[in-house]
T-cell receptor, first 112, second 114 residues
Framework: AQSVTQPDIHITVSEGASLELRCNYSYGATPYLFWYVQSPGQGLQLLLKYFSGDTLVQGIKGFEAEFKRSQSSFNLRKPSVHWSDAAEYFCAVVKAGNMLTFGGGTRLMVKP | NAGVTQTPKFQVLKTGQSMTLQCAQDMNHEYMSWYRQDPGMGLRLIHYSVGAGITDQGEVPNGYNVSRSTTEDFPLRLLSAAPSQTSVYFC?????????????FGPGTRLTVL
């Protein structure tokens, strides 16, 4: 069965510092992977997605993620965090069709 | 374009009551789905639809019904609410349900069952 694990429930970084959010997946074939962001009281917004090809994908708001098949990981990164990045981040993998399986989420807090 | 809209934003029910959560999209998307979000568990798929007249169960369908009579609307019905259904509910839509489609999410409905 496919699953997605986000090992860090909460992460706190200082504004301007770099960020890496971890995501591990289990899947039998080449996965379709996504990162979504949820601001407080809002729905989810797609940050980026990976299907195939180049393992480093660029997204919106200065985020990027790297697919590493050998480690079954799809970690999200940002070189310099802004206060407005404080939110909850979800990694997800596509099951059959368009059915998404989500990780438990990582809540990011940004210190001034 | 309003995107995906959901009503109501908040709802409190008593155990055993019924209600319908509304979801509409104006993007002419074929695929629509309902998720529930619980702390530490991410979002879990309740039901989905690949087009008008076609629905199917997701990961956690028990206690919920859906129908899809039009492309635009995909209501979620709770026939007899239970405290375990206290959650935040999100509706989503995508163009045709292909694996690469971006899903667009509504703002959510926060439901409390007492």
């Amino acid at each position: 069965a496919q699953s997605v694990t986000q090992p860090d429930i909460h992460i706190t970084v200082s504004e301007g510092a770099s960020l890496e959010l971890r995501c591990n997946y289990s899947y039998g074939a080449t996965p379709y992977l996504f990162w979504y962001v949820q601001s407080p009281g809002q729905g989810l917004q797609l940050l980026l997605k990976y299907f195939s090809g180049d393992t480093l994908v660029q997204g919106i708001k200065g985020f990027e993620a790297e697919f590493k098949r050998s480690q079954s990981s799809f970690n999200l990164r940002k070189p310099s965090v802004h206060w407005s990045d404080a939110a909850e981040y979800f990694c997800a993998v596509v099951k059959a069709g368009n059915m998404l399986t989500f990780g438990g989420g990582t809540r990011l807090m940004v210190k001034p | 374009n309003a995107g995906v809209t959901q009503t109501p934003k908040f709802q409190v029910l008593k155990t055993g009551q019924s209600m319908t959560l509304q979801c509409a999209q104006d993007m002419n998307h074929e695929y629509m789905s309902w998720y529930r979000q619980d702390p530490g568990m991410g979002l879990r798929l309740i039901h989905y639809s690949v087009g008008a007249g076609i629905t199917d169960q997701g990961e956690v369908p028990n206690g919920y019904n859906v129908s899809r009579s039009t492309t635009e609307d995909f209501p979620l019905r709770l026939l007899s609410a239970a405290p375990s259904q206290t959650s935040v509910y999100f509706c989503a839509s995508s163009y045709d349900g292909g694996a690469g489609d971006e899903q667009f999410f509504g703002p959510g409905t926060r439901l409390t069952v007492l």
